[in-house]
């Protein structure tokens, strides 16, 4: 596969497959933590996020 960004694909294949955890929710917390520009996820799936370890908001929270 062709990506320009392989250490995000890579974590996120990596925690897709041992974490219990869909592909999107795997790859936006590992784009949060290998990218400096963004400071969390605003997602409905808090859970997947917490044990990820992503930085990651409840919509109610921000609204």
């Known amino acids: 596969m062709k ?3 392989q250490k995000v694909v890579g974590k996120a294949l990596d ?3 041992h974490g ?7 790859y936006l917390s590992a784009l ?5 520009s963004i400071q969390g996820i605003i997602t409905g ?16 929270s921000i609204i």
């Open 20 to 26: 219990n955890v869909d592909f999107a929710d795997a």
């Open 45 to 60: 799936n808090e859970k997947d996020f917490r044990r990820l370890g992503g930085e990651c908001y409840m919509p109610e």
């Open 32 to 36: 949060t933590r290998h990218t400096s």
């Open 15 to 17: 925690d897709y497959a």
């Open 3 to 5: 990506t320009t960004d």
